[in-house]
């Protein structure tokens, strides 16, 4: 359901997180076994940083402490998180953060010479912004489980790309310090054309038909065009204390439609075929309970999923029984607990409207309890 955002000042980073979050953005909802294992990570990640990197303080690193501490205040946070210098032959960073918030950041060591102060500065808020929002946790890669983290990882660099440009002001910033780390090349021997990058990336002929289509970080011209819509909002504007701006809702929703279409729509497709298995199953269990299916319960079914689903799945359970369709419908419902809030919300909304519809409002309801052990509340 989309959230009302509040106008009010934030208070502190959590405030912050809390308000600029990308609405298909949802925090992780982690097992106690999957929060001990974070944990585990964290620490083993911070124990090899301080092995085998270099710790920025004002005396070992100032330029990068001075940036870590420039960053940490615009982003409202009490102190800036432990940040690491690695020497490592790629260009990146990442963030990492415990149960408890504590947090470190990682940056490759060749982001330090090639990255002007603002360009650092952004880098560094956007991963300051990973952790504040508790990203990482899921380690599951097979199946929905892939889909769904790719789209949740796509989902949370929308949101920390929200606070490098709080931090720094404006959208270029980062965006420039993402060319430089796409080709290695400083200001020295590079002129940062935004337009003409863009326009290489977004080349219709961009296109790998051997790759699956889903990845872990939007394409660089979705990424510039969301902070730069996200730049024009009242909320936006707000925070960077002016008046005015674009209605924040409204913006959200634009580029909500644009993220779904992001990997050719691909993870898009794959939660609509989940869901619609998992209504059709739940569907036949919900109205064939009583080892009958009447006409208006096969067309209420019908309207719902469509009539070819509507009658296989009610001649499945004429073949089988309601025993099997119960296994199918958990069954269909084992890849949705991978699924962000609005799809679970979606399938409670849609089983009791066939509730109403079929008049099952009571047997609905024990349908909506099978989903709820399966999938979890919201």
């Not at 124990?47 to 990197?53: A, I, V």
């Not at 990442?94 to 952004?122: I, M, N, R």
């Not at 929905?144 to 989902?155: D, F, I, L, M």
Request: hydrophobic residues 40%; contains cysteine; proline residues 4%.
């Amino acid at each position: 359901m989309p959230r009302t955002r509040s106008r009010r000042p934030s208070r502190d980073h959590d405030d912050l997180c809390a308000l600029i979050r990308f609405s298909f953005d949802e925090p992780a909802r982690l097992s106690p076994d999957e929060v001990r294992a974070r944990d585990e990570n964290v620490a083993k990640l911070r124990t090899t940083c301080r092995k085998g990197g270099v710790r920025a303080s004002r005396a070992l690193l100032p330029r990068v402490h001075r940036l870590a501490d420039e960053a940490a205040r615009r982003l409202l946070l009490r102190e800036a998180p432990e940040v690491y210098v690695t020497a490592m032959p790629d260009l990146n960073a990442f963030a990492a953060t415990d149960s408890k918030g504590h947090a470190l950041c990682v940056v490759h060591h060749g982001l330090v010479p090639l990255l002007s102060d603002d360009e650092l500065l952004a880098v560094l808020a956007h991963e300051f912004g990973h952790a504040g929002l508790r990203h990482g946790g899921r380690g599951d890669d097979s199946g929905a489980a892939y889909v769904y983290g790719s789209q949740r990882s796509c989902a949370g660099e929308v949101s920390a790309d929200r606070l490098a440009v709080l931090a720094v002001g404006a959208p270029t910033v980062l965006t420039s310090a993402l060319v430089k780390m796409t080709c290695g090349l400083s200001a020295d021997e590079l002129s940062i054309d935004v337009d003409a990058v863009l326009a290489q990336f977004a080349h219709p002929d961009n296109v790998d038909e051997d790759f699956d289509g889903l990845d872990s970080h939007p394409e660089l011209p979705f990424r510039h065009w969301a902070m730069t819509r996200f730049a024009a909002t009242d909320v936006c504007v707000a925070l960077a204390g002016g008046n005015g701006g674009e209605p924040f809702d409204a913006v959200e929703r634009e580029i909500e439609d644009r993220f779904h279409a992001l990997d050719e729509g691909k993870a898009f497709v794959c939660t609509s075929e989940l869901v619609h298995q998992a209504l059709a199953w739940l569907g036949c269990l919900m109205i064939a309970q009583d080892d009958r299916v009447t006409p208006r319960e096969r067309q209420a079914l019908a309207s719902l999923v469509g009539q070819v689903w509507a009658e296989d799945v009610c001649d499945y359970a004429r073949r089988n029984g309601l025993r099997a369709v119960d296994r199918r419908a958990r069954e269909a419902l084992e890849p949705l607990r991978h699924a962000g809030l609005r799809t679970r919300h979606r399938i409670r909304e849609l089983l009791r409207e066939l509730g109403a519809r079929s008049r099952n409002v009571v047997r609905a309801r024990r349908i909506l309890g099978l989903v709820t052990r399966e999938l979890g509340r919201d």
